[in-house]
Nanobody, 122 residues
Framework: QVQLVESGGGLVQAGGSLRLSCAAS????????MGWYRQAPGKQRELVAR???????NYADSVKGRFTISRDNAKNTVYLQMNSLKPEDTAVYYC????????????????WGQGTQVTVSS
């Protein structure tokens, strides 16, 4: 099993920056993709950014050029640096990963963090 613990959310003015962190712990063989999703009130959860264990990343169009995802494989931690924040970035941000629990050829399982609130004031 994998536990994901997020930190770094908060209240910031438009144009400001925040850095989210998410650390994975538990009993697992390896973590494959790690990523961040967000859900605003009344909207569906959407992908913000994700990154593979090899460092390949992709972003939602709405955050390209403003957000940067990175990870430290030795610490099983993923980060999201958010710059030039806009009020429309306000949402609960969820960390996500998929992991192999037993060995290299076993199935991938999906895990979610509890979420951290990001509020951008205008």
């Amino acid at each position: 099993q994998v536990q994901l613990v997020e930190s770094g959310g908060g209240l910031v003015q438009a144009g400001g920056s925040l850095r989210l962190s998410c650390a994975a712990s538990g009993n697992f063989f390896s973590i494959n993709v790690m990523g961040w999703y967000r859900q605003a009130p009344g909207k569906q959860r959407e992908l913000v950014a994700r990154i593979s264990s090899g460092g390949s990343s992709n972003y939602a169009d709405s955050v390209k050029g403003r957000f940067t995802i990175s990870r430290d494989n030795a610490k099983n931690t993923v980060y999201l640096q958010m710059n030039s924040l806009k009020p429309e970035d306000t949402a609960v941000y969820y960390c996500n990963c998929n992991a192999r629990i037993r060995d290299l050829v076993g199935p991938l399982y999906d895990y979610w963090g509890q979420g951290t609130q990001v509020t951008v004031s205008s």
